[in-house]
């Protein structure tokens, strides 16, 4: 069965301490893998695709890596706007439809 | 431009009622996804629609749960006989196609009550 399982739930960090959220998956074929950031009250917002291990993306403060198993998302030098919840999901190749997602970690960066 | 939008923002309800929630996608977006948001849950996929078709409906939670999409824009998603378990956030998502552009658009989602 295909299962997305994101690690920590939750996440306090000072300002300017950088750290990783983790997602395991298991999927029968990846087409992608997929990081989204959720603030409060409002929908997911999209930030990378990843479809093949060793590669990798940045946009800011984030940089998102993918192995055969897991990905990362490295935060580098937080800002307290940076918090948020970040959701992983993943989807099947041959699936076009479905997309699972983790239940997110809920990062917090302390000013 | 526009981006998803969804309505209501709110609805509460009580317990045995039907109710309809719509989701306009963004112009030109073939794909419409469904999912619903439990408190402190992931996002759990409801419904996927290439167009007007849905090729899986087994994400649907119950035969009380039912979706439609016509001229491969707006989409409604209808619950009926609505029970307390079904109180969650209901998000929609397009993306120009469900294959090939996998970057979904969320709209703000529609929080459902019933009491």
């Known amino acids: 069965e295909d299962q997305v399982t994101q690690s920590p739930e939750a996440l306090r960090l000072q300002e300017g301490e950088s750290s990783s959220l983790n997602c395991s998956y298991t999927?029968?074929?990846?087409?992608?893998l997929f990081w989204y950031r959720q603030d409060p009250g409002k929908g997911p917002e999209f930030l990378f695709t990843l479809y093949s291990a060793g590669e990798e993306k940045e946009k800011e403060r984030l940089k998102a890596t993918l192995t055969k198993k897991e990905s990362f998302l490295h935060i580098t030098a937080p800002k307290p706007e940076d918090s948020a919840t970040y959701l992983c999901a993943v989807q099947a190749r041959g699936r076009d439809d479905k997309i699972i997602f983790g239940k997110g970690t809920r990062l917090h960066i302390l000013p | 431009g526009a981006g998803v939008s969804q309505s209501p923002s709110n609805k509460v309800t009580e317990k045995g009622k039907d109710v309809e929630l719509r989701c306009d996608p963004i112009?030109?977006?073939?794909?419409l996804y469904w999912y619903r948001q439990s408190l402190g849950q992931g996002l759990e996929f409801l419904i996927y629609f290439q167009g007007n078709s849905a090729p899986d409906k087994s994400g649907l939670p119950s035969d009380r749960f039912s979706a439609e999409r016509t001229g491969g824009s707006v989409s409604t998603l209808t619950i009926q006989r609505t029970q307390q378990e079904d109180s969650a956030v209901y998000l929609c998502?397009?993306?120009?196609?469900?294959?090939?552009?996998?970057?979904?658009?969320f709209g703000p989602g529609t929080r459902l009550t019933v009491l």
């Open positions: 998502a397009s993306s120009l196609a469900g294959a090939t552009s996998n970057e979904q658009f």
């Open positions: 999927v029968s074929g990846l087409r992608g």
């Open positions: 112009s030109g977006h073939t794909a």
